[in-house]
Nanobody, 115 residues
Framework: QVQLVESGGGLVQAGGSLRLSCVAS????????MGWYRQAPGKQRELVAH???????YSASSVKGRFTISRDNTKNTVYLQMNSLKPEDTAVYYC?????????WGQGTQVTVSS
């Protein structure tokens, strides 16, 4: 059974930084693409960034140049470094495989950016 546990969220002022972590278990982590997703209040969940097993990355246009996804296969962990945060980045952030599987969603981690 795959389990994904996110951490690292919090309250930060606009312009600040946070680093999110997601530890995966129950899967051969190094062979799968991983993604970070977010859901803001009243909005649909959206893809923020993803990283392939080979390390190629994609970032949504709304976060390009500010957020960086990375992975450490020795730790079964994927990271999201978020810089220059904006109030519109406020959301619950989730990790999942990419493409996402409905049965893999975890609790997420709340990121709140104050203006």
């Amino acid at each position: 059974q795959v389990q994904l546990v996110e951490s690292g969220g919090g309250l930060v002022q606009a312009g600040g930084s946070l680093r999110l972590s997601c530890v995966a278990s129950g899967t051969v982590f190094r062979f799968v693409s991983m993604g970070w997703y977010r859901q803001a209040p009243g909005k649909q969940r959206e893809l923020v960034a993803h990283i392939t097993s080979g390390g190629s990355t994609y970032s949504a246009s709304s976060v390009k140049g500010r957020f960086t996804i990375s992975r450490d296969n020795t730790k079964n962990t994927v990271y999201l470094q978020m810089n220059s945060l904006k109030p519109e980045d406020t959301a619950v952030y989730y990790c999942n495989v990419h493409p996402a599987r409905a049965d893999y969603w975890g609790q997420g981690t709340q990121v709140t950016v104050s203006s």
